[in-house]
């Protein structure tokens, strides 16, 4: 069986397969966009220290590359970062054609966070700065291990993929060695049960929420969860989705 990768977000490249002097906006759909995981010679990983950092952090890349008013162009990588300013950072909210290049979106992904030591005027980081830039924010670790760089295994949603010089993305699923954290209540009959974590209030989709704490979110293993939680008809209909997810959001959903 092929391995599934995880989902990452990018400014890629523009609608000639070019870097610069391209059409504002996304004309093709993958200028700034999602994909699966790939080998890039990464060579660092910023991973944020706080989980609401992550969390906003992915979000926003996911808006990004939603928005097909963003595309990418390395001499106008500056101009998705004046129509983001104008919107309060919610990239969703961008209605006027501009462009981005990758540092430059992370940039702006990591600003939506609310990392507002990476506000600037002028020119945003690039890859070859970006690991100065986000370490002297305070609110980002760098981590070297090949384990980081040669495998999505162990990377985590909202960590931010460097190769210096040459490009950068961010990760969007929890890789399949991290572990999803869980809670433990008493029941009546004074056994424990197990719970997943919460994931963010914020969040739409089963599917994401659970990826976003590191849990299998196949069909099988929702499933599985649905029959844990009191449903055994399983179909991955909307309404037993948003039970599940409703559940999931408070810290209520039982583990399979």
Same mark, same amino acid.
């Given at each position: 069986?092929?391995?599934?990768?995880?989902?990452?977000?990018?400014? $890629?490249?523009? /609608?000639?397969?070019?870097?610069?002097?391209? *059409?504002?906006?996304?004309?093709?759909?993958?200028?700034?966009?999602?994909?699966?995981?790939?080998?890039?010679?990464?060579?660092?990983?910023?991973?944020?220290?706080?989980?609401?950092?992550?969390?906003?952090? %992915?979000?926003?890349? /996911?808006?990004?590359?939603?928005?097909?008013?963003?595309?990418?162009?390395?001499?106008?990588?500056?101009?998705?970062? *004046?129509?983001?300013? +104008?919107?309060?950072?919610? +990239?969703?909210?961008?209605?006027?054609?501009?462009?981005?290049?990758? =540092?430059?979106?992370?940039?702006?992904?990591?600003? %939506?966070?609310?990392?507002?030591?990476?506000?600037?005027?002028?020119? @945003?980081?690039?890859? =070859?700065?970006?690991?100065?830039?986000? $370490?002297? =924010?305070?609110?980002?670790?760098?981590?070297?291990?090949?384990?980081?760089? *040669?495998?999505?295994?162990?990377?985590?949603?909202?960590?931010?993929?460097? $190769?210096?010089?040459?490009?950068? @993305?961010?990760?969007?699923?929890?890789?399949?060695?991290?572990?999803?954290?869980?809670? *433990?209540?008493?029941?009546?009959?004074?056994?424990?049960?197990?719970?997943?974590?919460?994931?963010?209030?914020?969040?739409?989709?089963?599917?994401?929420?659970?990826? =976003?704490?590191?849990?299998?979110?196949?069909? /099988?293993?929702?499933?599985?969860?649905?029959?844990?939680?009191?449903?055994?008809?399983?179909?991955?209909?909307? /309404?037993?989705?948003?039970? +599940?997810?409703?559940?999931?959001?408070?810290?209520? +959903?039982?583990?399979?």
């Amino acid at each position: 069986m092929v391995n599934q990768m995880v989902k990452i977000g990018h400014a $890629s490249i523009d /609608e000639r397969g070019k870097g610069r002097g391209g *059409t504002a906006g996304d004309q093709t759909g993958r200028e700034v966009y999602m994909r699966q995981w790939y080998d890039k010679n990464w060579n660092l990983v910023l991973r944020p220290k706080k989980a609401t950092v992550a969390e906003k952090s %992915a979000k926003a890349c /996911e808006k990004g590359c939603a928005n097909s008013h963003i595309g990418y162009d390395m001499d106008q990588r500056n101009t998705a970062h *004046t129509q983001a300013k +104008l919107v309060k950072y919610d +990239l969703s909210k961008i209605k006027i054609k501009c462009e981005t290049d990758c =540092s430059a979106f992370m940039t702006l992904c990591a600003l %939506a966070a609310g990392v507002k030591s990476l506000e600037y005027t002028g020119n @945003a980081p690039t890859t =070859s700065t970006m690991r100065k830039a986000f $370490s002297a =924010s305070g609110e980002y670790e760098v981590l070297e291990d090949k384990k980081y760089l *040669t495998s999505d295994a162990y990377l985590k949603r909202g960590d931010i993929l460097v $190769s210096e010089g040459h490009h950068t @993305a961010m990760c969007l699923e929890n890789g399949s060695k991290v572990k999803a954290a869980k809670t *433990t209540s008493n029941t009546s009959a004074g056994t424990k049960t197990s719970h997943y974590e919460k994931c963010a209030a914020s969040l739409i989709g089963l599917v994401f929420a659970l990826s =976003s704490i590191g849990v299998d979110s196949s069909y /099988e293993h929702r499933a599985k969860i649905a029959k844990a939680n009191g449903i055994t008809n399983y179909k991955g209909t909307a /309404e037993q989705n948003t039970k +599940l997810l409703n559940l999931l959001k408070q810290g209520k +959903l039982i583990r399979a």
